[in-house]
């Protein structure tokens, strides 16, 4: 153990969350047949949950997160592969 002080990012942490979150939804969303990219849209455009199926706790896992903060991190993740 060196003694030194670790520094962590929270908005590397907020965002690795996010990025999960958005993994699982996809993932259930998926596993119930539907489109997800079509369905994740709708939800972030309208705010409306029913876009999101209750499957695996996808509904309460993205209403857990702001909409503006899930399209910061996806502007951000994609402007970063863009560079």
């Not at 998926?30 to 997800?36: A, I, V």
């Not at 409306?48 to 199926?53: A, E, R, T, V």
């Not at 903060?69 to 996806?74: A, P, Q």
Request: proline share 2%.
């Amino acid at each position: 153990m060196s003694g030194e002080t670790q520094v962590y990012n929270l908005e590397e942490f907020d965002d690795k969350n996010v990025e999960r979150i958005l993994e699982d939804v996809y993932f259930a969303l998926e596993e119930r047949g539907y489109n997800p990219i079509k369905q994740l849209v709708g939800y972030l455009l309208s705010g409306d949950p029913g876009y999101i199926s209750s499957h695996l706790e996808a509904r309460r896992k993205i209403s857990s997160i702001d909409r503006a903060k899930i399209l910061e991190v996806i502007l951000r993740k994609y402007l970063r592969d863009v560079e």
